[in-house]
């Protein structure tokens, strides 16, 4: 994203949002890890929360790539466009 920046730094808020976002995945995943770690037998409730937590966190990841992608497209259309 530092890319990003150097071609469109009035994108500041939007880079920044971004990797907010990243570290959010990070923790996430990182208490589903937990979550699974200290499931000592098989629960099938749990492990069905935990699902549902997945199939959520890909769906903002998907939503995620979507918008880095069209600010990536925004910044540099922009910058090779001549603004």
Same mark, same amino acid.
């Given at each position: 994203?530092?890319?990003?920046?150097?071609?469109? !730094?009035? /994108?500041?808020?939007?880079?920044?949002?971004?990797?907010? &976002?990243?570290?959010?995945?990070?923790?996430?995943? %990182? @208490?589903?890890?937990?979550?699974?770690?200290?499931?000592?037998?098989?629960? !099938?409730? /749990?492990?069905?929360?935990?699902?549902?937590?997945?199939? &959520?966190?890909?769906?903002?990841?998907?939503?995620? %790539? @979507?918008?880095?992608?069209?600010?990536?497209?925004?910044?540099?259309?922009?910058?090779?466009?001549?603004?």
């Amino acid at each position: 994203m530092s890319d990003v920046l150097s071609v469109a !730094p009035e /994108k500041k808020s939007k880079v920044s949002e971004l990797k907010a &976002e990243h570290r959010q995945f990070s923790k996430s995943l %990182e @208490e589903i890890m937990n979550a699974l770690i200290v499931m000592h037998k098989k629960d !099938p409730d /749990k492990l069905e929360q935990i699902r549902i937590r997945l199939d &959520e966190i890909i769906i903002t990841i998907r939503q995620h %790539e @979507e918008e880095q992608h069209c600010l990536l497209q925004r910044a540099y259309s922009c910058e090779y466009a001549g603004g």
